[in-house]
Nanobody, 126 residues
Framework: QVQLVDSGGGLVQAGGSLRLSCAAS????????TAWFRQAPGKEREFVAA????????FYADSVKGRFTISRDNAKNTLSLQMDSLKPEDTAVYYC???????????????????WGQGIQVTVSS
């Protein structure tokens, strides 16, 4: 079982940047398919970005493509999400998630992931 701890959230003005981190223990992230999801008040949890364990292929939601970058630091066993050009609609609680192997067709769905971080608040003011 992987334990995940999210950090790095906060309050930022529109157009600003934040970097989220997810520290993992129990398993090395390079053996896991990993992702970021977010959930805004009153809305369902939605996919943000994912990175595959083999080859490091990345996937993004259309709403964040070109603004967010997912990356993995194998030496530090951490997952990161660099968020630039933030918009008020990016306001949400962000979660990192991992699983051993995600079927490609489900990689954007929450049910594909078995371990979750506790979530971190990101608030973007207009």
């Amino acid at each position: 079982q992987v334990q995940l701890v999210d950090s790095g959230g906060g309050l930022v003005q529109a157009g600003g940047s934040l970097r989220l981190s997810c520290a993992a223990s129990g398993r090395t992230l390079r053996t896991q398919d990993t992702a970021w999801f977010r959930q805004a008040p009153g809305k369902e949890r939605e996919f943000v970005a994912a990175i595959r364990k083999n080859g490091g292929a990345t996937f993004y939601a259309d709403s964040v493509k070109g603004r967010f970058t997912i990356s993995r630091d194998n030496a530090k066993n951490t997952l990161s999400l660099q968020m630039d050009s933030l918009k008020p609609e990016d306001t949400a609680v962000y979660y990192c998630a991992t699983t051993g192997t995600a079927i490609l067709s489900t990689i954007r769905t929450a049910r594909a992931y078995s371990s979750w971080g506790q979530g971190i608040q990101v608030t973007v003011s207009s």
